[in-house]
């Protein structure tokens, strides 16, 4: 089996989708498409990485279709794993998943996320 490389988002997403497998047009471009609308949105730093679709050629598994994305937001590597048993299904769950741990990294080193200053048990200044 030869990985099928099918593009690579050019605006401030660099991310390559490849998949191995059985895997047929409509199911690649609908990844695509839930992949790119999780990654390109405004807010983020650059993006770039790896997606990599597989579609199981044995019939008897459950959930032969499964996703792994290695993606560098910014400074920060994001990786996602996801399983389902149909095309679609993987897609909206890789969806979820890229924006939720994107979303994070994106955000992890936000101050108004933190407390201005540590309580008072902790050192903090005293009433």
Same mark, same amino acid.
């Given at each position: 089996?030869?990985?099928?490389?099918?593009?690579?988002?050019?605006?401030?997403?660099?991310?390559?989708?490849?998949a191995d497998g059985r895997v047929d047009e409509e199911s690649?471009?609908?990844?695509?498409?839930?992949?790119?609308? =999780?990654?390109? /949105?405004? @807010?983020?730093?650059? *993006?770039?990485?790896d997606v990599r679709i597989v579609r199981a050629t044995a019939r008897r598994i459950?959930?032969?279709?499964?996703?792994? =994305?290695?993606? /560098?937001? @910014?400074?920060?590597? *994001?990786?996602?794993?996801?399983?389902?048993?149909?095309?679609?299904?993987?897609?909206d769950r890789l969806h979820d998943r890229l924006r939720a741990t994107t979303e994070r990294a994106a955000h992890r080193g936000d101050t108004t996320r933190r407390t201005a200053a540590p309580p008072p048990w902790r050192g903090g200044p005293q009433k």
């Open positions: 089996m030869t990985a099928k490389d099918i593009g690579t988002r050019e605006n401030t997403a660099t991310v390559r989708v490849r690649l471009a609908y990844l695509r498409e839930k992949v790119g609308t =999780a990654l390109d /949105r405004p @807010g983020l730093p650059p *993006v770039s990485g459950a959930q032969p279709w499964s996703a792994g =994305a290695e993606i /560098r937001v @910014g400074g920060d590597l *994001v990786v996602v794993h996801a399983r389902e048993a149909t095309a679609r299904e993987l897609a």
